[in-house]
């Protein structure tokens, strides 16, 4: 399928050949018919990828931010690294199209054929085929076209503006920039009862303004105020709409202050500089508002990306809702959309009209790409067929070594994978055959990035490939055990990320795929594998007395809506990440862990739920280990500091670039090498090695052992009652 990208590093622009996106839960995928350039908005995004690393640091400050956050926790190095591959990293263009519904799963409002239009940048592409949460579609009244269809998210972001405005009968309502959102905010405030006068510095944008229900408008900006007072009787505007771009320019908002009655309303709906002359603001007692987008739902994860729907007798109207408000009043005929609508170009010639925007050489407003007809034959998405599974063995069979190149694939393509992943695979002596993602354009930049042969969006392409013998896997957390036993059952090796899975059902389910496949598996509990640990190991080695070991993970504050924190997809950071440490401690030891308690923090106005927790384990040889898991520390503290002490002596790493040893005889430095070396290339180097025959570095039942051990932390992290740690599940023989 053809797809608009581009880079974020240059700008560049290009028309991708990519595989179509796969379906997963809660959406449904959708055959485009049109989409719409927003030329405004996606003209600013161009420019910002077209700037110099310096430019864009200047224009987003809050990710420069983030960046030097980063480097203190993680060093210079690895940030850089993960910044570069962000960089890289295809950007998808487009947020707003309309077409029909190939297949849904989990969206029952939604069914084959259906005409539908859909939101969302990263969602609503221009692309032939989109996956689109279901709460960013809405259906399409048969009585709107297509095209007036693609109009719906510009349409929305203009409805909830108007909204924050509240206009009545009668209300007059004034609208600065009259671009495509601005026109169509004046047109929603007319629907609603107000008398609208319209503001634009090119004339022709407000003779259309005028022609599309604006009672009155002007383009001389030193006539505005008077214009507007002799419009409003004397009082000034009820409302002001700021449709207007102009990220670094206060003038059209000091503008809206002079014009608005006293307590009136200023709406921000545009990018516009927000120095606001506070006396002015506050002799009038203004309200001003920022509008968020399409409405209530934006940036919310578990509205957006889960399909958790807010109650209707609460919030009144959603994203969602707005798109069909907004489609009603298309399909009332209360909108003129047609002179809005100024050029239409294919799919194949879309470098064309980014070129027209960005060369501005001649007048445009909304800009449409056209695809396939309704009616093509061939809207469902072909499969490949999963190979049989393998017979039944009664018990875990030998591991056969690979001899020759070693053929691997990988699924997933997400900034992990970009950034860490695909570097220390680079190192590997192996052969990258395939890179399959649920975003095409993120399995064919991972596909170049990484140079695997090909790229795809299906999982059944990676099962059915003959010269792939190993699976890296680096999918969300709540798709590791499926992947996992399906690429076990299909007779490949699997590297899979931690958490090995979120269930102690799915855990027993991948045990016994592991017998019956004699296959090898390892997760990416990468600590382990560290020359620090090693170095940690050697110095407790030999022993016969028990160690005291205690972990300190300065973690670091999640967004309430973060995908970790979501039990059901990332598994909670205790699982989904507190695995490394459980995992690190029973390297340490060597012996399993005998029993198992954690313990959430009581809460607070500066604590997150789940987020503050220690765990302690006890193991067979009277071990004892601590981990404690704070996300409300400073940045100025390392990340990860560990301490054993045992044997008259002990031994400390800090963040994993440096450590030392205390002895009676003084303390002297733990030197394993240069840099953060937290093992994620030795982890792969090792997975390896086990596939061409060695001894493998980390024993399954231990894998599987760390894994129950972590799960019962969950339990009793609900419960407050210590668990035993047994392995194997009686079940699981």
């Not at 028990?546 to 973060?562: D, E, K, M, T």
């Not at 400390?652 to 030392?660: F, H, K, P």
Request: hydrophobic share 40%; aromatic share 6%.
């Amino acid at each position: 399928m053809k797809q608009v990208l581009q880079s974020y590093r240059t700008g560049e622009l290009w028309l991708a050949d990519l595989s179509p996106p796969q379906l997963k839960e809660r959406g449904a995928r959708v055959r485009t018919v049109a989409s719409l350039i927003s030329a405004g908005t996606e003209r600013s995004m161009i420019a910002l990828a077209q700037k110099s690393l310096i430019g864009k640091a200047r224009s987003r400050p809050d990710l420069v931010r983030r960046v030097i956050k980063k480097m203190r926790q993680d060093g210079v190095r690895k940030t850089v690294e993960q910044v570069q591959s962000k960089l890289n990293e295809p950007v998808p263009l487009g947020y707003s199209c309309a077409g029909v519904v190939v297949d849904a799963l989990q969206a029952d409002h939604l069914r084959p054929g259906m005409r539908v239009v859909c939101a969302g940048a990263g969602y609503a592409n221009h692309s032939e085929m989109n996956w689109v949460p279901r709460n960013l579609i809405a259906p399409l009244p048969d009585t709107v076209s297509f095209e007036h269809g693609a109009t719906a998210t510009v349409g929305a972001i203009a409805l909830q503006g108007v909204r924050h405005a509240a206009p009545r009968l009668g209300d007059r309502i004034v609208v600065i920039g009259l671009g495509l959102i601005g026109n169509l905010a004046a047109q929603l405030a007319r629907a609603s009862g107000a008398r609208v006068f319209g503001i634009d510095l090119d004339p022709s944008k407000v003779e259309l303004g005028r022609r599309t229900g604006c009672v009155g408008g002007t383009s001389e900006m030193d006539r505005a105020v008077e214009a507007v007072m002799a419009f409003t009787q004397g009082h000034g505007a009820d409302a002001v709409i700021l449709a207007a771009g102009a990220p670094e320019d206060s003038r059209p908002t000091q503008l809206a202050v002079e014009l608005v009655r006293q307590r009136g309303k200023v709406v921000i709906l545009g990018v516009v500089g927000m120095n606001i002359p506070r006396n002015e603001a506050y002799r009038k007692e203004l309200d001003v508002h920022v509008s968020m987008s399409y409405g209530p739902g934006r940036y919310d994860s578990a509205y957006e990306e889960r399909g958790e729907d807010y109650p209707f007798a609460f919030v009144r109207y959603t994203e969602q809702r707005n798109l069909v408000a907004y489609l009603d009043a298309v399909a009332d005929g209360r909108l003129v959309l047609d002179p809005l609508l100024t050029h239409r170009f294919p799919i194949d010639e879309a470098l064309d009209a980014y070129g027209l925007i960005q060369s501005g050489r001649e007048p445009h407003l909304g800009i449409l790409l056209r695809y396939a007809a309704t009616d093509d034959p061939e809207l469902g998405v072909p499969a490949v067929p999963r190979p049989a599974m393998p017979a039944a063995t009664p018990a875990r069979a030998p591991i056969e070594a690979l001899r020759g190149p070693i053929g691997i694939g990988l699924l997933g393509a997400g900034s992990y994978v970009r950034g860490v992943l695909l570097p220390a695979l680079a190192k590997q002596d192996v052969e990258r055959i395939g890179v399959v993602n649920r975003s095409g354009p993120s399995a064919e930049q991972s596909r170049e990035a990484g140079g695997f042969r090909w790229s795809g969006t299906e999982v059944d392409r990676v099962l059915s490939d003959p010269s792939i013998h190993a699976v890296v896997i680096g999918t969300p957390h709540h798709l590791h055990a499926e992947q996992v036993i399906a690429c076990l059952d299909a007779g490949k090796h699997v590297f899979v990320e931690k958490p090995l899975c979120l269930s102690h059902v799915e855990l027993q389910a991948i045990a016994a795929a592991l017998e019956r496949s004699g296959r090898f598996l390892q997760v990416g509990t990468n600590r382990r594998h560290s020359p620090y640990a090693s170095a940690l190991r050697e110095q407790f080695s030999p022993r016969a007395d028990p160690l005291v070991i205690s972990v300190r993970v300065n973690a670091g504050r999640l967004p309430a809506g973060h995908w970790l924190r979501d039990p059901q997809v990332g598994g909670g950071r205790l699982l989904g990440e507190g695995v490394h440490w459980v995992d690190l401690c029973a390297a340490l030891v060597g012996r399993p862990v005998r029993s198992v308690v954690a313990t959430p923090s009581p809460g607070g106005a500066t604590s997150l739920a789940g987020d503050t927790w220690a765990a302690q384990l006890s193991f067979v040889d009277g071990s004892l280990a601590t981990i404690t898991y704070a996300a409300d520390g400073p940045t100025s503290l390392e990340k990860e500091r560990i301490e054993v002490v045992g044997l008259g002596c002990a031994a400390e790493v800090l963040n994993w670039s440096s450590g030392r040893v205390y002895t009676t005889a003084g303390r002297r430095p733990l030197r394993v090498g240069r840099g953060q070396l937290k093992g994620t290339d030795e982890q792969l180097t090792a997975f390896f090695r086990t596939l061409r025959g060695e001894p493998p570095a980390v024993d399954l039942d231990e894998t599987l052992h760390v894994q129950h051990a972590t799960l019962l932390l969950v339990d009793t992290l609900r419960d407050g009652v210590p668990a035993q740690a047994t392995w194997p599940y009686p079940e699981a023989g």
